[in-house]
């Protein structure tokens, strides 16, 4: 069910619609644009999806698809039922064209020649359509490759149309001779030519000289400076013409009529494939839209759901390409848990562009159009889709945009269930602030007890507060750069938004006296309210940022594992390939080398005491060793090369698995690590364990010492101690005595961002540790206890912090942490 009547238009989708009919070929398709509809049935849904989905694959691909003559010849086929009717020659050519285009499609979408299905939902819609080949070659022997009819059609006509030619070759060569000699007569100028007026050869001739050729005036200029003569030696000619195409046609029409009458009983069927022509029509069109917007074929699920990465509202979207632009992407989340979003944020801020998304997104994917997200986003199905959006005052109804507002609420509170999806722009405007606001969280709490779904935008304190702390309903809210501005369009789910109503009439140049006042009378703890909302905003805006840092890392962390693994692996293929070319090699330089040996000492006896020749098969044979030497270095020097290769890969690996260093155990000794006597300063070097003793190297002494004399050293430990027995300069020392005398234990980091806190506090703790302070405060407020949580993970990383923990109840609580120094 879809509320209101005039939903299309409030979402957009009549515009959609428009922009799918418009890539239609035919009026085939058109008619199934007009009759798309909002469907809850989810296997027609997911069919409809799938048969765009892959039509985008085939528009991408590389294969033409068959797209030629989408003609709607259906009225033609209707016309034709009763007996005695034909079809002419421009609805037999296009019959001809589009049953061929039918065909063309169904060939396409057959199985190739292994049996493979590329496009088995498509292949399913082609499945039981018939074509007709026999239909398309009766047509090919009557009409010619411009759709007419040939002079082969029939005998008769063939007769008709050469009796025609002679005849007209007989009054051409007549004219001709008229016309010459009444150019010769100066009768007529040398440039005319015979002219055919009203179906007849004639001569043109200046008034003045028509009485000069025999033969009747059968018309005039418009000018009447020419009049056309029909000589009388063709007029004849000309009657004989005018009878065979009279004769002609007779004969066209009794060629069509015999044709009409053998497609007569096949108009059905081939109505019925032009059904499947339209369909075709249709979800090409909705291919080329899902292209151009970038649309996908998400996951759905027949269940109630909203999890959308990157979605994209597409008429925004094409509107803001045409100028350069990027359109800033939507991530939503509705779940069984949190159905009921409530967005507050700045005006101009993307609220309504939010909502306005999420409605026409859903209607366009019930309607079986693929949308623009992210391929991860999962999709689910509603019956009931309520929008109440725009100003809907009415003067002939008497209705106010208020009692408006209350009349479509009426009817969603009446009507809503698990399965409806709400989308309400501005809940609770339009009447006195604080009676709209109490209507509009009744009516919340009413929505959320239906267990129904929904976006609703807002700028209420009260329905803030109350989706807070009602399960069902979750907080969202637009970001926006309190620095710049300017809105972010980002939506943030979690936290309520701020309107920034102070910051914008600051910007806009109201007067300082003005906006005092106005904060004067809303109280202070409105404006901290709002201060922290902004706050929580600009945190979770920070740490999403380092979130996505980290992602991206991450993901560029994993692509260079792959590529340095696939990199190993073409390396382990290629030793072994080389590796087996070179014992092959091997083997056969041996076998030469063997047969090189026997020749040679073959050749010496033959030579029997010939030095010169023995000399000879010497150096021959010293050349062929020195040959096989040379090919064993390079053999080496490959074999070192890979060895290096390997030893760097595998350090890599290490690098990159490297992880963080075992945790420091205080009650476990062993070999290697640092120890020093309980109450003694020397640090030395565990060399041995002998059950209950540790042999210990304290620098060049070596001593035999029982474990429970020994306590175990960090490293910190051990730099503290090296420090503390640093030498220090006069001035240097003076230097940290000045810093003592200013150093004040107390620091204040309250409205601060959380990078810039960090930054401020790590300074202090080590001025703090610098100077010996045992004691210092950090005063950080309680509001989220976001700061204070990152305070604390950050002093739990310094060695020098032994503990840290609240401030006493009196003295500000949770608002200040007491840090203890070592």
Same mark, same amino acid.
């Given at each position: 069910?879809?509320?209101?009547?005039?939903?299309?238009?409030?979402?957009?989708f009549?515009?959609?619609?428009?922009?799918?009919?418009?890539?239609?070929?035919?009026?085939?398709?058109?008619?199934?644009?007009?009759?798309?509809?909002?469907?809850?049935?989810?296997?027609?849904?997911?069919?409809?999806?799938?048969?765009?989905?892959e039509?985008?694959?085939?528009q991408?691909?590389?294969?033409?698809?068959?797209?030629n003559y989408?003609?709607?010849?259906?009225?033609?086929?209707?016309?034709?039922?009763?007996?005695?009717?034909?079809?002419?020659?421009?609805?037999?050519?296009?019959?001809k064209?589009?049953?061929?285009?039918?065909?063309?499609i169904?060939?396409?979408?057959?199985?190739?020649?292994?049996?493979?299905?590329?496009?088995p939902a498509?292949?399913? *819609?082609?499945? =039981? &359509? +018939?074509?007709f080949?026999?239909?398309?070659?009766?047509i #090919?022997? !009557?009409?010619? %490759?411009?759709?007419?009819?040939?002079?082969?059609?029939?005998?008769e006509?063939?007769?008709?149309?050469?009796?025609?030619?002679?005849?007209?070759?007989?009054?051409s060569?007549?004219?001709?001779?008229?016309?010459r000699?009444?150019?010769?007569?100066g009768?007529?100028?040398?440039?005319?030519?015979?002219?055919?007026?009203?179906?007849r050869?004639?001569?043109?001739?200046?008034?003045a000289f028509?009485?000069?050729?025999?033969?009747?005036v059968?018309?005039?200029?418009?000018?009447?400076?020419?009049?056309?003569?029909?000589?009388?030696?063709?007029?004849?000619?000309?009657?004989?013409?005018?009878?065979?195409?009279?004769?002609?046609?007779?004969?066209?029409?009794?060629?069509?009529?015999?044709?009409?009458?053998?497609?007569?009983? *096949?108009?059905? =069927? &081939? +109505?019925?494939?032009?059904?499947?022509?339209?369909?075709? #029509?249709f !979800?090409?069109? %909705?291919?080329l839209?899902?292209?151009?917007?970038?649309?996908?074929?998400?996951?759905?699920?027949?269940?109630q759901?909203l999890?959308?990465?990157?979605?994209?509202?597409?008429?925004?979207?094409l509107?803001?390409k045409?100028?350069?632009?990027?359109?800033?992407?939507?991530?939503?989340?509705?779940?069984?848990?949190?159905?009921?979003?409530i967005?507050?944020?700045?005006?101009?801020g993307?609220?309504?562009?939010?909502?306005?998304?999420?409605?026409?997104?859903?209607?366009?994917l019930q309607c079986?159009?693929?949308?623009?997200m992210?391929?991860?986003?999962?999709?689910?199905?509603?019956?009931?889709?309520?929008?109440?959006?725009?100003?809907?005052?009415?003067?002939?109804?008497?209705?106010?945009?208020?009692?408006?507002?209350?009349?479509?609420?009426?009817?969603?509170?009446?009507?809503?269930?698990?399965?409806?999806?709400?989308? !309400?722009?501005e809940?609770g405007?339009?009447?006195?602030?604080?009676?709209?606001?109490?209507i509009?969280?009744?009516?919340?709490?009413?929505f959320?007890?239906?267990?129904?779904?929904?976006?609703?935008?807002?700028?209420?304190?009260?329905?803030?507060?109350?989706?807070?702390?009602?399960p069902?309903?979750?907080?969202?809210?637009?970001?926006y750069d309190?620095?710049?501005?300017?809105?972010?369009?980002?939506?943030?789910?979690?936290?309520?938004?701020?309107?920034f109503?102070?910051?914008?009439?600051?910007?806009?140049?109201?007067?300082?006296?003005?906006?005092?006042?106005?904060t004067?009378k809303?109280?202070?703890?409105?404006?901290?309210?709002?201060?922290?909302?902004?706050?929580?905003?600009?945190?979770?805006?920070?740490?999403?940022?380092?979130?996505?840092?980290?992602?991206?890392?991450e993901?560029?962390?994993?692509?260079?594992?792959?590529?340095?693994?696939?990199?190993?692996?073409?390396?382990?293929?290629q030793?072994?390939?080389?590796?087996?070319?070179?014992?092959?090699?091997?083997?056969r330089?041996?076998?030469?080398?063997?047969?090189?040996?026997?020749?040679?000492?073959?050749?010496?006896k033959?030579?029997?005491?010939?030095?010169?020749?023995?000399?000879?098969?010497?150096?021959?044979?010293?050349?062929?060793?020195?040959?096989?030497?040379?090919?064993?270095?390079?053999?080496d020097?490959?074999?070192?090369?890979m060895?290096?290769?390997?030893?760097?890969?595998?350090?890599?690996?290490q690098k990159?698995?490297?992880s963080?260093?075992?945790?420091?155990?205080?009650?476990v000794?062993?070999?290697?690590?640092?120890?020093?006597?309980?109450?003694?300063?020397?640090?030395g070097?565990?060399?041995?364990?002998?059950?209950?003793?540790?042999?210990?190297?304290?620098g060049?002494?070596?001593?035999?010492?029982?474990?429970?004399?020994?306590?175990?050293?960090?490293?910190?430990?051990?730099?503290?101690?090296?420090q503390?027995?640093?030498?220090?300069?006069?001035?240097?020392?003076?230097?940290?005595?000045?810093?003592?005398?200013?150093?004040?234990?107390?620091?204040?980091?309250?409205?601060?961002?959380g990078?810039?806190?960090?930054?401020?506090v790590?300074?202090?703790?080590?001025?703090a540790?610098?100077?010996?302070?045992?004691?210092?405060?950090?005063?950080?407020?309680?509001?989220?206890?976001?700061?204070?949580?990152?305070?604390?993970?950050?002093?739990?990383?310094?060695?020098?912090?032994?503990?840290?923990?609240?401030?006493?109840?009196?003295?500000?609580?949770?608002?200040?942490t007491?840090?203890?120094?070592?």
């Amino acid at each position: 069910m879809i509320y209101p009547s005039n939903f299309e238009q409030k979402t957009g989708f009549d515009k959609v619609r428009l922009l799918v009919s418009d890539k239609c070929l035919s009026p085939l398709g058109k008619e199934r644009v007009a009759d798309m509809s909002f469907s809850t049935d989810f296997a027609f849904i997911s069919n409809e999806l799938d048969l765009v989905d892959e039509f985008v694959k085939i528009q991408q691909g590389e294969t033409d698809f068959p797209a030629n003559y989408f003609f709607d010849v259906r009225y033609s086929l209707k016309r034709i039922r009763p007996e005695g009717t034909w079809m002419d020659e421009k609805e037999l050519f296009d019959l001809k064209r589009s049953l061929q285009t039918i065909h063309d499609i169904i060939r396409f979408f057959q199985p190739d020649e292994d049996g493979e299905i590329k496009y088995p939902a498509l292949t399913a *819609l082609a499945g =039981d &359509i +018939l074509v007709f080949p026999q239909l398309v070659g009766r047509i #090919d022997t !009557i009409l010619d %490759k411009f759709g007419k009819v040939k002079d082969s059609a029939s005998p008769e006509l063939q007769t008709i149309r050469r009796e025609m030619t002679i005849t007209m070759s007989n009054i051409s060569l007549n004219l001709q001779s008229i016309l010459r000699a009444a150019q010769s007569e100066g009768v007529v100028d040398k440039d005319v030519t015979p002219t055919m007026r009203d179906g007849r050869l004639m001569i043109p001739v200046a008034p003045a000289f028509k009485r000069k050729i025999k033969g009747i005036v059968h018309d005039e200029s418009a000018s009447g400076k020419t009049v056309f003569i029909e000589p009388e030696s063709v007029v004849e000619a000309n009657n004989r013409i005018r009878e065979l195409e009279g004769e002609e046609k007779r004969e066209i029409i009794r060629i069509l009529t015999d044709f009409t009458n053998f497609v007569r009983p *096949l108009v059905p =069927d &081939i +109505l019925q494939s032009y059904e499947f022509l339209a369909d075709i #029509d249709f !979800i090409r069109a %909705k291919a080329l839209f899902a292209i151009e917007i970038q649309g996908i074929r998400p996951v759905v699920e027949d269940k109630q759901q909203l999890d959308w990465a990157r979605a994209i509202h597409p008429l925004l979207y094409l509107s803001l390409k045409k100028q350069h632009k990027e359109v800033v992407p939507l991530d939503i989340e509705l779940t069984a848990e949190k159905r009921l979003l409530i967005i507050s944020g700045p005006n101009a801020g993307g609220k309504s562009v939010c909502l306005k998304t999420v409605g026409l997104l859903q209607y366009m994917l019930q309607c079986g159009l693929l949308v623009p997200m992210h391929e991860s986003s999962r999709t689910g199905l509603f019956e009931h889709l309520f929008i109440d959006i725009g100003d809907e005052q009415s003067i002939e109804n008497d209705l106010s945009t208020y009692s408006s507002h209350l009349t479509h609420m009426k009817y969603f509170v009446r009507n809503c269930n698990e399965r409806t999806i709400l989308l !309400i722009d501005e809940f609770g405007s339009g009447t006195e602030p604080q009676i709209g606001g109490a209507i509009a969280e009744a009516l919340l709490n009413r929505f959320n007890q239906h267990k129904s779904f929904g976006v609703i935008t807002t700028h209420y304190q009260n329905l803030k507060h109350f989706a807070e702390d009602t399960p069902g309903i979750v907080n969202g809210a637009m970001l926006y750069d309190r620095h710049l501005m300017q809105p972010l369009f980002k939506l943030a789910i979690g936290n309520p938004g701020s309107s920034f109503a102070i910051e914008i009439a600051r910007k806009i140049g109201l007067p300082e006296d003005v906006i005092a006042e106005a904060t004067e009378k809303v109280g202070m703890d409105y404006i901290n309210m709002d201060k922290y909302l902004q706050d929580i905003v600009r945190d979770k805006r920070y740490w999403e940022s380092k979130r996505q840092n980290i992602r991206q890392r991450e993901k560029k962390l994993e692509d260079i594992i792959a590529r340095y693994e696939k990199d190993l692996a073409e390396v382990n293929s290629q030793r072994k390939e080389i590796v087996r070319e070179a014992k092959a090699e091997a083997a056969r330089i041996l076998s030469e080398a063997n047969a090189k040996i026997e020749n040679t000492i073959r050749e010496i006896k033959e030579a029997q005491a010939e030095k010169e020749r023995t000399k000879q098969a010497r150096q021959e044979l010293q050349s062929f060793k020195d040959s096989v030497s040379d090919a064993q270095e390079e053999d080496d020097k490959l074999a070192r090369k890979m060895a290096k290769l390997k030893e760097r890969a595998e350090r890599k690996k290490q690098k990159q698995k490297a992880s963080a260093q075992p945790e420091f155990n205080r009650d476990v000794i062993e070999v290697g690590d640092s120890v020093r006597l309980k109450g003694q300063t020397s640090v030395g070097t565990v060399l041995e364990l002998q059950e209950k003793q540790a042999t210990v190297a304290f620098g060049m002494i070596k001593s035999t010492v029982k474990l429970d004399r020994l306590e175990k050293v960090s490293k910190n430990q051990i730099k503290k101690e090296i420090q503390k027995s640093t030498f220090v300069s006069e001035q240097t020392s003076e230097q940290m005595h000045e810093k003592r005398l200013h150093f004040k234990q107390e620091i204040d980091v309250r409205g601060m961002r959380g990078d810039e806190a960090l930054q401020t506090v790590t300074y202090f703790i080590d001025d703090a540790i610098q100077v010996g302070a045992q004691q210092v405060r950090i005063l950080h407020g309680t509001g989220t206890g976001i700061l204070r949580q990152l305070i604390r993970e950050y002093l739990r990383t310094v060695p020098g912090v032994k503990n840290f923990h609240d401030e006493h109840v009196q003295f500000g609580g949770a608002g200040i942490t007491v840090v203890e120094l070592e």
